[in-house]
Structures are given as structure tokens and as C-alpha cells.
């Protein structure tokens, strides 16, 4: 049984504030033909981020599922450098900066 | 209360006086409305000598004062809010600049999805009434106050005024009046019904606490619709058996006034029920019984609904007041999102993304009618499938009067033991309609739709999905369903719909004359044309030639180039052609053997 969230395609509008909620592995994408967002299994670690997020109640876990910190620590390892080293990967975090923009997450 | 004052825009661009104490005294000119309703009415209940201290003027007063003191209490609460501008909408923020970089990239980027045909559209708010208009808070609520009061009169009626339906308002409002203008208003318009809906009106005000403004808190339990069942066929099978209960306890017509006011007191507990268990207009996607034919039909609407003027500003958007709701304004209650929206399906016309959007982002277009129906790139086989549906019910509703139905129904009643279950039901004698045959009439529309695609996906040598096929080309019987139903409510309405100048006078029988029109002697079928028949046909043929261009248009955007379209758009139109032939004959069928009937042809 899978314990991703699930988009209800009836009533998901590709409105993309969840894709910016789960900001941690990245796990949602906007399918750009049917204008709703998918979930890639590898990358779901079932925060729940998404579902507190979605305004139309389109996405949601289902019960049974439990975050699993382990799979979101893994993912955070192949795409983040460690925190400390931050300071380090200038040109890095610029590149991450200009995908934040891109999915348009910068609110501050 | 909002206490800080600075909080109160002054760079308003609708601060002029004479905007300000419009906006300030609109609301109390509807609540003084309101009272003079009341009063009045109370009035003339009092002085009809002969009722007083019945049971009639009990039920009257139970249900008078409570509604009332109820909507005069929420009322005053939010015209004091509204005082002091506490709604006002501050102008406009300044757009922002990653709009035309990244925004209009991503929103190129679904150039296919968001497809809009060319033509000429005339954008509403470009026009500063439209838009001061549609930025007061009491934009909605002005249109269905009038409704909620005609509405409580319907069911207070019900109850407790005379029986014969012609001379009772109840009957006369929501049978000959009502169903006429709710198709001309979906025709006209798209969800305007929805925007005046009496019903989720007064459910939403509860759920809101408040007539008009915006508070903070909600009564609402808040719940989320069950994913499984987010479909549109909820809706369609609620109509289907509204449809048949309509027909079995012959609740339209014309027949007890008391089963139109529990029908009508019945929607609101069930609105009511949704309103406070789920969230938003949860009741009018997965409850309402007219959501899937308001929906549909709204697509002939020349009004395309209140949608993003520039998709790719909302593609930078991360606040999303439309869907979430701001200081000024609730979230989307229809589950719409302007940004991407595509069609007027499900835009309900409150407003409130309006006043949400600091951007002044919304617009409410008028364009040619039909392109509604043809344009959409994301068209669903649920709302397919339940047009289909739909279209069996129209056809039922059209073989139910002739004569050869009546024999095979009551045949089949007989012979199934349905007429005794019917009777212990407390419906009509003959047990009609007989359920079986109902469904099967209705369930061979979709058979027919599902076997012309499976034809048409076999021509294309399977390349295209019979299931796609079915679904983008279902949307092209739109037009011939919505107008094929205004024709078959014409007659009802035409020929009877002048008994409305008796009991707008007179809405009990009680012998009221309120306006002085009780006397007008305006029976009904006083308006019994014998056109009528052939203004039911000329729609029909409207219909059936609107759906023939839709699915032309459909041929083209959707399926050019690919294997075996030709043939298959052929195999469509002739699909049409048979269903508009078909519903014509079946209107001058009925006509012809209804002798003495309106319908019968002048010859
Ligand atoms: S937030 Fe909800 S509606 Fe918006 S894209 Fe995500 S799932 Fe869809
Ligand atoms: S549950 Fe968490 S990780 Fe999974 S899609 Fe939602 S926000 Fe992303
Ligand atoms: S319409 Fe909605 S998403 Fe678009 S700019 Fe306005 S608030 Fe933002
Ligand atoms: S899209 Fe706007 S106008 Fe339409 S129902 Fe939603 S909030 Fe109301």
C-alpha cells in the first residue's frame, strides 16, 4: 500500500502552493497538460506539508502514513550539502536560489 | 470588530463621497427592504380576520419572525462592520516584476493547457461601475436577499395556503416561474442561479455568521469531502432521483403546494447539514441536485466567469488571496482557481477572488456563447459521462407523454408487482414511473454516447481511446441538452406562468390583494399558444445546431491530424443530427397526440 500523499484530480487546479510546501525533497511537480501536480513516489517522505498547504483539501495523505524521516534524510544528503558547509558552496546556493525563483517560493 | 483604524486604506480609489455612502447605505436600504417584507406581510396576515390564531397564522409567525430577526440581527452586525470601510480595497499593488521573466515562462510553458480561441471578448471590469460594483462586499448579498425572502414566502405557502396549486404561490413561484428563468438565467449567463441561490445562500450565511462581511471565525466543522467521492455524478444522481420522486409524488405539476415546501425546506436542511459539516460550497459540488445541469449548460453563457486577466502574474503569486481568502475577502468557496481556470463550470460568480486579488487580477469576460464548451483542453469524462445521463432524463421527460409510454409503464408495473410497492409509497396510482424503465431510458443515452466512440476509436484503428474519444466529444451535447430542456419546460411555464399576477397579490388564496393584481383574472392557459410547439422546435433546432458547431470545433482542437478524424467527426455530427432529430419528433409527437392539448399543431 502505498503511503504517498494523493492528489484528487478532480479538484487539484495546479494552483502549485504545495509544490512550494514541500520544500524540503521536492516530491510535487505540475503536469503541464492536465494542469494537476503528481507526487514522485522516491521523493514523497510523507511530511504532510502539502496537505496543511493546499487551500481545496486536493492533496492529502492517506491515515496510515508516518513521515519517514529516513528517506527525507537521504534525499536531503544527494541534493543539500551539509548545513556547515554552506558557506563553502557559494555558487551552489546561488543555483538553489534561482530554482526557489523559479518555482517562485520567494516570499521574504 | 476591526479596532485599528490605520488599517483602513486611505488611497481607496474608491473613495469619493458620494462611492462612500453608497457603499454604506446600499446594505441598509436592503435590511429596511427586509422589514418592509416583513411588515407588511404581517400585516395583512393580521388583518385577514378569519385565520387569525389558526394554525395557519401560527405556522406563518413561527417561521416569519425567527428568519427574520435572524437576517436583521447579522445584518445590523455587518452594516456597522461595513461603516467605516473596514472592506475597502486599497488599489492596487504594484505588479510584480518577476511576472513578465519567470511568470510568463512557466505560463508559455502550458501554452497547450490554457488555449484560448480567438474571437472578440469584452472584459466587464475594465468598466470602473463593474469593478466598484464588484469589489463591495455586499455584491452578492443585494441579489439574494430578494430571493431568500421570495423563497421563505414559497415555503411558508406551501404550508399553509390554499391547496389549488394555480393559486398558490409556492407552486406557481418554483414550478412555472422559477424552473423558466433558471434556464434562461444558466443560458444567459453560466452559474448566475448559483449567485442568487436562496438555498446556499442562507447556509453560507450561517457557516460565515454574517449576511455580507467577512469575519474571522467559521461554523463549520470544516470537514474535507471524501476524495473517492469527488465527482460530478454525485450531483447528476441526485438529479436523476429528484427527477423520479418529482414525477412519482407529482410534486411539479401542478400538485400539492405542501410537497414544493418541503422539497424547498428540505434542500436548505440538506445545504445546511453541508455547510456545517464540510468546508466552502462543499454542498453545491457533491450535493446540489442542479449542480451538473447548471454547470453544463452554463457552457452555451457568453460569460466565461471570474478568471485571471494575466495567467502570468499568478504564475508569481504565492499569497493566492483568490483561493485563500484576505482581510477583505473569503477563499474561493467553489474550489476554482482563476489562474488556471479554463472553463465557467464551476464559478459560482461570488466575487470574492475579486476583492482577494491585490492585484486587481480578475476579470469577468463576455464572449461569444458555446465557446465555453469547446475550448476547455482538460474536459472530464465524469462530467461527460453525466451529460450523457442528463440527456437520457431529457428524453424520458419527453417520452413520458405519449401515450405508448403510459400503456408499456403501467404494463410493466403490473407485471413487475411495482404498483403495489407504489402504493405503499403514497405516489401515483399507476406506480409511474416505474423505476426500471426510467433508469433503463435514461441509461441507454450513455450506452449510445459509449458505442458511437467505441465505433469511432475502432475507425481510428485504436489509435485514439474510445474513453477520450467519448469524453471531448460528449462536451458537444451540451447545447442540444440545455436548450432541448428550456423547450421542454415552455410549456408549463408560458401557459401557466401568468397565474404569477394572482399570487404576488394573493400568495396564500387567503384573499390578500397586496399589489392589486389579485383580481387580474389571468387563469391558467390563458396563454395557451398553439406556437409554442413550434418555438419548442425552433429551440431544439438552435440546440442541435449550436452542438453540431460545437463539435466541429471540437474535431478540430482536439483531435486534427490525428488517425481517422475525418470519419470520425462525420460518425459525431450524424450523432447530432439523429439525437436533434429524434428530440424534434418527440416534441411534435407529443403535441399531435395530446388532442385539446396547447401543443397541438394549428392544422
Ligand atoms: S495546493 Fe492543492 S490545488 Fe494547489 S496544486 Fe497543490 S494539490 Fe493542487
Ligand atoms: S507529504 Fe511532504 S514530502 Fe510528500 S508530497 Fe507532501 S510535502 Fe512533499
Ligand atoms: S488571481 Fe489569485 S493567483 Fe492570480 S495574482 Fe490574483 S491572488 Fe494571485
Ligand atoms: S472563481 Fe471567483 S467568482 Fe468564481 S466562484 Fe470562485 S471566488 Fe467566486
Redesign the pocket.
Known sequence: MTSIAIVNHERCVGCELCTRACGVTHAISLNLDKNWVEISEDLCWSCGACEKMCPFSAIALPFWAEPNKELRDTIYAQTRKPKKARVAVQNFEQEEDEEDVMAGSRSH | MATPQREIPRTSPYSKPFYKWLDRLAPVGLALFMMAVFVDYSWWMIKSPQHLASWRTLIFFAIWIPTTLFYIIMAIKDIAQNWNGRWEFAGPKARNRLADTVGAQKAGMQQDFFRSVTGKRYDLTQNAFFRWLFHRRWYQFAVQLPNVIIFNIVIIAGLVGVVNPNRNFATVITWYVWFGVLFVLMIGVGRAWCLICPFSAQAEWVQRLGLFGKGKKLLTLGLKWPQKYSTLLISVFFFLGLTWAEEFYNVAGPGKPAFTSMLVAGIIMWDLFYALTFERRSFCHYGCPLNGVIGVVSAVAPFEGFR?KDRS??KT?T?????RGSERSYGCGWYEY??SMSSNFYCGLTGE?FK????E??GLSVHAPLKEAYQPKKKRFDLAFGVTLMMGALFFEILNATPQYAGFDTWLSHATGWNIAAKALDGQLSGYPMPLDYLGIIFLFPLLGWLVSLGASWISRKQIQARELFTRYCYGWIPLFGLGILARQLPKVLTNGPTIAQVISDPFGFGWNMFGTAHMHMHARAFAYHWILFVQLSFVLIGGVASLFVTQKISQLDFQGRPGSGAINIVMHSTIAILMVAMMAGYYYIALTNPGHPLVPPF
Request: proline residues 11%; charged residues 10%.
Open positions: 485571471a502574474l499568478c503569486c499569497t493566492k488571496e483568490c483561493m482563476p489562474g477572488c482577494g486579488c491585490p492585484y487580477n480578475i
